[in-house]
Nanobody, 119 residues
Framework: QVQLVESGGGLVQDGGSLRLSCAAS????????MGWFRQAPGKEREFVAA????????SYADSVKGRFIISRDVAKNTVYLQMNSLKPEDTAVYYC????????????WGQGTQVTVSS
């Protein structure tokens, strides 16, 4: 059974930093893409960042480019999202997701972790 478990969310002040972690288990993700998404109250879920498990090539939403960094630790089967220079508009529930092998469809999702940035 595939599990994605996020951690690291919390309350931080405007301009602060947080690092989210996503521990993956239940199958091999060597040909998958791992992504972070977020959903703010009253808004649709949006893409934040993604990384190819093997090539480690990252991609980012324009709204977080230059502030967030996605990375992965193959040995620990864990994906990270380092969030710097946080803004109140970054407040949302952040979700980790994984695609099927060699796919763009995000099949697996974590339960989410709350990030709140106070002004």
């Amino acid at each position: 059974q595939v599990q994605l478990v996020e951690s690291g969310g919390g309350l931080v002040q405007d301009g602060g930093s947080l690092r989210l972690s996503c521990a993956a288990s239940g199958r091999t993700f060597s040909r998958s893409t791992m992504g972070w998404f977020r959903q703010a109250p009253g808004k649709e879920r949006e893409f934040v960042a993604a990384i190819n498990w093997i090539r480690a090539s990252p991609s980012y939403a324009d709204s977080v480019k230059g502030r967030f960094i996605i990375s992965r630790d193959v040995a620990k089967n864990t994906v990270y999202l380092q969030m710097n220079s946080l803004k109140p508009e970054d407040t949302a529930v952040y979700y980790c997701a994984a695609t099927l092998p060699i796919s763009t469809v995000y099949q697996y999702w974590g339960q989410g972790t709350q990030v709140t940035v106070s002004s």
